[in-house]
């Protein structure tokens, strides 16, 4: 012993590698036998360390990676030194609605210019206090004062497609991202920004291109260290360099009708309508009576952009892209929208459209398969699960006990394909809404989580269940959808960035041909 210890203290590189071989096998053997998630199922690989994530997270696969471990150990993995998955209904209800598990700090890489908004406060009261300015924004009876707006960009949207009359595909993403800035930015701040016609006459749009690519922004920034991204980012690439000022152009855009809507404000004009812009600029953030200042409002609005448009245009390109496939569904609806869409370019009242059995059909099912957010929604366990009381209190999930600052989530990918609940779940298919009894019917119901959970859910949903249903009807009412050229099963593959998904080929081509043409 006493030789083997002088033979490393002569040879400073030999001991270096022993202590440092020392150090991984104590460190495997803590995460592995002695970590209070060592009881967890899980392979060893994940136990013992992220990389093994962050590898399949880089590889855009992390969402199916994580599927695939709860199909084969059961509905509870680590997938972590001190990450836990699960697959479970009433652990889901616990982690999600108990406002004592404040969300990771993965969320900060969410930020807007550095500046928080409510998807990004980690701790419960501040996000409150944040999420009561923008909430009575989207209450139903408030957002559906908002239809005719987005009745009338639907007609826009049937319109420039009615000009191309079949003859060539189109990429229906970027169509769509259009689509979604025209509508997000009329409920936001009462203006029209014309991105569909800009996109009809083929003029580039430098804040839709950035609100499309403030995601890509986002994953490659989080990826490089700070000094090699700001270098990347001299490269003089005309297209590179959009991308890279994707948050200034997003942010300028922003703070000119938030200064414009505080001057009217400020001079006693009152908006016809009051758009998220007032609901913003009036709110108080604590009793006292601080308002939100301005990088607040301008990250709020930053994010609603973000969250809102990206999102809504892969889910509703990944319906279309069933329903270029699927003729019997596009029978279906064209049947149901038909007897409710006379003149086929005026949409029927909200009241009338939330009770079409077969298109709030579609929409579940397509919400189910097409999610575009199905990744992890990160939470930690809490000291106490309890807010009135700073006792430690063990959170228990299925059997085993989670200490205080493990990182608990579900994922809606894998909620949504649970056999037990969805039978043939990779199946798309809109009946099965239709034609199950009450019980199963509540459990699906229950299951369903692609704007997820709790005091968390989307700010967004209903509105976004508005432009789905408003969206969907315009363009079956007026179109059949075929696939377009480039457009296949390879090229439609579902990649993720670890939070929203997108198709492999990053655009979807179709061709709208117009109905009178059959
Ligand atoms: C199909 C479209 C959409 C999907 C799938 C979706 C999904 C989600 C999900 C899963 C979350 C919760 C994230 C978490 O727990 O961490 C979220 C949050 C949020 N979404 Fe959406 N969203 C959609 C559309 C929209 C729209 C149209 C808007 C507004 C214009 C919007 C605004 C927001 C906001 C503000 C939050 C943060 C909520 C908070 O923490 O207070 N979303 N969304």
């Not at 595909?169 to 979604?180: G, K, P």
């Not at 000291?383 to 990182?407: D, Q, V």
Request: proline share 6%.
């Amino acid at each position: 012993m006493h030789v083997l210890l002088s033979a490393l203290v002569d040879h400073p590189v030999s001991l270096f590698i022993s202590v440092t071989f020392l150090a991984f096998v104590l460190h495997v053997a803590y995460h592995l036998l002695l970590s209070p998630l060592s009881k967890v199922p899980g392979p060893w690989y994940a136990a013992v360390s992220d990389l093994w994530l962050t590898s399949h997270t880089l590889r855009l696969e992390k969402c199916k990676t994580i599927h695939g471990l709860l199909e084969k150990y059961g509905p509870i993995v680590r997938v972590g030194p001190n990450r836990v998955v699960f697959r479970d209904s009433l652990t889901a209800k616990t982690v999600y609605m108990n406002p004592t598990f404040y969300k990771s700090s993965y969320y900060k890489t969410l930020q807007m210019n550095d500046d928080d908004h409510a998807m990004t406060t980690l701790e419960h009261a501040e996000h409150a206090a944040r999420r009561k300015g923008y909430a009575s924004h989207y209450v139903p009876s408030n957002i559906a004062t908002f239809q005719s707006e987005v009745q009338q960009y639907s007609v826009d949207l049937v319109d420039v497609l009615d000009n191309l009359a079949g003859k060539s595909s189109v990429d229906s993403l970027t169509l769509l991202r259009q689509y979604m800035v025209d509508v997000v930015t009329s409920v936001s701040f009462g203006c029209h920004v014309g991105a569909l016609a800009k996109w009809a006459m083929d003029a580039e749009d430098e804040f839709c291109t950035a609100v499309g690519d403030f995601p890509k922004r986002g994953m490659l920034r989080g990826a490089l260290p700070p000094w090699l991204w700001n270098l990347v980012c001299l490269i003089p690439i005309p297209r590179w360099q959009l991308l890279c000022r994707a948050d200034t152009i997003m942010s300028k855009f922003v703070s000119e009708r938030v200064y414009e809507a505080r001057a009217q404000m400020t001079a006693g004009g009152h908006p016809d309508k009051k758009t998220l812009v007032h609901h913003l600029l009036e709110h108080k953030l604590s009793p006292a009576g601080a308002s939100m200042s301005d990088r607040e409002i301008i990250a709020e609005h930053m994010a609603h952009f973000v969250a809102g448009c990206d999102t809504t245009a892969i889910t509703f390109t990944y319906m279309l892209w069933e329903l270029s496939r699927r003729e019997d569904i596009t029978q279906n609806l064209q049947a149901e929208l038909d007897a409710v869409m006379p003149d086929s370019k005026t949409v029927p009242d909200l009241s009338v459209l939330l009770n079409l059995p077969y298109l709030n059909a579609f929409i579940k099912e397509g919400l189910r398969m097409y999610s575009a957010t199905p990744s992890l929604l990160e939470r930690v366990v809490p000291t106490s699960m309890s807010r009135s009381s700073s006792s430690a209190e063990p959170f228990e999930a299925m059997g085993y006990i989670l200490p205080p600052g493990t990182i608990v989530a579900t994922q809606a990918w894998s909620v949504h394909r649970d056999a037990s609940v969805f039978y043939s779940p990779e199946t798309f298919a809109p009946e099965r809404w239709l034609n199950a009894g009450p019980a199963a019917l509540r459990t699906m119901e229950q299951h369903l989580m692609p704007f997820g959970l709790g005091t968390r859910v989307c700010g967004g949903m209903n509105f976004a269940n508005i432009i789905l249903r408003v969206g969907i009807a315009s363009l079956l009412r007026n179109f059949d959808i075929l696939v377009g050229s480039g457009t296949n099963e390879r090229s439609m593959a579902i990649l993720d960035s670890g939070f929203v998904v997108f198709p492999a080929a990053m655009k979807c081509n179709l061709t709208f041909r117009p109905r009178q043409q059959r």
